[in-house]
């Protein structure tokens, strides 16, 4: 049974979130502050944790950002907050997925279960894990997901390591966000096409000189992006 973690303060939130969880056959935890939630999500084993922005004590951007230190599993951020800036800024530091308040009991069920699914899929297949990309100074470990660029480990969230080696996997190709998305996120009726532009420029940000001339990952206007082999 897959168990999931909900970091939530609003108790009936989280209650009824638990119960459509347990409905579908998830082990859920509920912590109701973020310092105990995030001595949960480091501590215990989970497949999925849903993440509330707004929390005592410590708020749900620390959190995600302490969790991507240490562990590799699917988040999924949400908050009431609607501003685009909130989006990018839980995107940007590793959350997987974000879902503005209120949203359907259901479709956050659907979204843990894809996640989910998406990751073990990608983590499940040990032959093709195997294998190794050197392309230029980036060295990507698919068995350990690491990446050393220039001989340096840099670190690398679930979906910026995933699509990284998407791309690096099919070089001089030109792809569109939409097409993006569809492969590393694998749910065309969730979350929101711009995230790939957040993740093409956090990873950027981690392997090129210089971002606003970048050697490896460019974008092809008006149609997407290209890794240049």
Not at 44 to 66: R, S, T
């Amino acid at each position: 049974m897959k168990k999931i973690l909900i970091i939530e303060d609003e108790v009936s939130i989280a209650e009824l979130e638990k119960d459509y969880l347990e409905l579908s056959d998830f082990e859920v935890d509920i912590q109701t502050s973020g310092k105990k939630g995030l001595e949960a999500a480091i501590g215990q084993k989970y497949d999925l944790v849903i993440l509330d922005l707004m929390l005592p004590e410590i708020n749900g951007f620390d959190i995600c950002k302490e969790i991507r230190k240490v562990k590799n599993l699917p988040i999924l951020m949400v908050s009431a907050r609607k501003e685009d800036i909130d989006k990018i800024r839980g995107l940007g530091l590793g959350a997987d997925d974000y879902m503005t308040k209120p949203f359907s009991p259901s479709e956050l069920v659907a979204r843990v279960k894809a996640h989910i699914n998406r990751y073990e899929r990608l983590t499940a297949d040990g032959s093709n894990l195997e294998e190794e990309i050197e392309i230029r100074g980036i060295n990507i470990n698919k068995a350990s997901r690491k990446v050393l660029v220039n001989g340096k480990e840099v670190a690398f969230t679930s979906k910026e390591f995933d699509l990284l080696v998407f791309l690096a996997q099919n070089p001089n190709r030109v792809f569109s966000k939409e097409e993006l998305f569809d492969k590393i996120w694998g749910m065309d009726s969730f979350g929101e096409i711009a995230t790939v532009t957040v993740h093409i420029k956090k990873i950027r940000e981690k392997v090129e000189k210089n971002t606003s001339n970048p050697e490896y990952i460019e974008t092809v206007w008006g149609v997407g992006y290209r890794f240049k082999g």
